[in-house]
């Protein structure tokens, strides 16, 4: 099962091998947007930096961008500001920009572009204006191990008021992946540029192979008189009309779905019929409304045993209607306490006899399991992520003992149900729905009958690895962008 096959062909075919390096620019190609407004959001916010200093900042960046000065001038102005100040702040300003604002914006399209070129062999590199800070989170969520931005100078812990010379931008972009190429033995004319700026074109023209990607109109315009493949991708951005009404739509038709809860269950005497239609009717319609269309393997075993403990890896806030539409009834879930709390979906929850963990609090946690092993004991199944909370992309988290106790005690099977990319349709952070195909793979069931408290934690590992295989990671990531200091 292979994503975005239409956008990554070229690099499929491409020749294998260390030698071929694919240089990616981040702010507009990797991710949506500027990672630099967010960063001055949070210095604003977090009172890192003062209103006025984040403000000429920005208006040192508009300037720069409009009439071309000199971006060296630029980023010494901002170091100067920060002269004193402990590098860790930003090395933790620039974590909390990327979990709050840019890992959501990573484009699906790119994202899978990085991963054709790390399936090739290839050496695969962040070449970048932006700053070692909002570059280093990024290069390590997408396990790229190869960072060519600015950095500014820093000694004993603290930032001295200079950047490290010669600057990552323009000219100082095709100097630096000169040396990234003689460094890795390979030639310019072999690889790979994706970029969005004019500003690029000194090294677009170097490689082999230039794609401007998400260009502005000037690159654009160069792009096709040189024959360059232009490609734009929408999967991220500003919502347009059908991003507005798809998210009003699916949210209504949640709560229209819960709404017939009460006159079935009164009509029909029966609690349960009544949360079977309300399930069914919100994973049809709201999938429909919100254009997901779900690609499934293994679709048989999601019936073959019941009950079970359904295991879904955990990467979006729209899981929740993916799974509805997979199961479609005769089953539970388990959720965060946060939910119980909320006035609309909250007691739509507790009617579905959904049980509520206190994730802070183990032993609540553990208590609150109890009652599911007699729920599946008296023939109900659990949908429960494994994770316990949501990841930024699609990397599997560390999986909790949890589920796999109640499944061993209960003696009934484990059915793990793999979601390829779901954060396509609403990443973690996101409001508003896209509508994609969402890819899933439901694997054979595990049989927990022989199980015993001492082998469980070899049963988590066995089935967290069959997860990792199927959705083609490693069990950690190859490559971690890490931030070297300049002294």
Wanted: glycine share 8%; aromatic share 8%; proline share 6%.
């Amino acid at each position: 099962m292979k994503l975005y096959e239409h956008v990554t062909h070229d690099v499929d075919d491409s020749p294998a091998g260390p030698g071929t390096i694919a240089f990616f620019d981040m702010d507009g190609t990797l991710i949506f947007g500027y990672s630099i407004l967010s960063i001055f959001r949070e210095s604003v916010l977090t009172r890192r930096l003062a209103p006025g200093d984040a403000l000429r900042q920005f208006f040192a960046l508009v300037s720069q961008a409009v009439d071309g000065t000199d971006y060296g001038k630029m980023l010494e102005e901002a170091a100067g500001l920060l002269r004193g100040m402990p590098e860790q702040e930003f090395v933790e300003l620039g974590e909390s920009v990327f979990d709050k604002y840019v890992a959501a914006s990573i484009y699906p399209e790119s994202r899978a572009l990085v991963r054709a070129h790390l399936a090739r062999g290839h050496t695969v590199a962040i070449v970048s204006s932006a700053t070692i800070y909002q570059v280093a989170p990024v290069a390590r969520e997408l396990d790229i191990g190869h960072q060519l931005c600015n950095r500014f100078q820093v000694r004993n812990g603290k930032f001295t008021g200079s950047v490290q010379r010669p600057v990552c931008y323009g000219t100082g972009k095709l100097d630096a992946a000169r040396r990234l190429a003689a460094e890795r033995g390979a030639d310019l004319p072999s690889c790979f540029f994706y970029t969005d700026g004019l500003e690029d074109l000194p090294l677009l023209e170097e490689v082999g192979y230039p794609r401007p990607l998400n260009p502005d109109a000037s690159l654009e315009s160069a792009a096709r008189r040189r024959n360059w493949p232009v490609r734009r991708f929408s999967s991220r951005g500003l919502p347009g009309i059908k991003e507005f009404v798809r998210t009003g739509l699916v949210y209504g038709a949640f709560m229209s779905a819960a709404l017939q809860i009460i006159p079935t269950w009164i009509l029909n005497q029966s609690r349960r019929d009544a949360v079977n239609l309300a399930v069914t009717t919100w994973g049809e319609f709201g999938s429909a409304l919100a254009g997901i269309r779900i690609k499934i393997r293994g679709e048989n075993y999601l019936w073959e045993r019941r009950p079970a403990v359904f295991l879904f890896n955990h990467q979006s806030a729209i899981d929740v209607l993916i799974i509805a539409k997979l199961l479609r009834r005769d089953f539970t879930a388990i959720a965060k306490q946060e939910i119980a709390t909320n006035p609309l979906v909250g007691p739509v929850f507790r009617v579905a006899d959904t049980v509520f963990v206190d994730r802070k609090n183990h032993e609540k946690a553990l208590e609150a399991l109890k009652p599911v092993v007699r729920t599946l004991k008296q023939g109900l199944s659990v949908a429960i992520a494994p994770e316990g909370t949501r990841s930024h992309g699609d990397r599997l988290g560390h999986f909790k003992k949890g589920p796999f106790h109640v499944a061993m005690q209960a003696k009934v099977p484990i059915v793990p149900i793999v979601i390829h990319n779901a954060t396509d349709v609403l990443p973690k952070g996101g409001f508003f729905v896209h509508p994609t195909t969402v890819y899933v793979d439901v694997l054979p069931p595990v049989m927990t009958e022989a199980w015993t408290a001492e082998s469980v934690d070899q049963h988590v590992e066995d089935v967290r690895r069959s997860y990792l295989e199927t959705l083609g990671q490693h069990e950690e990531p190859p490559t971690q962008a890490k931030i070297k200091r300049v002294k």
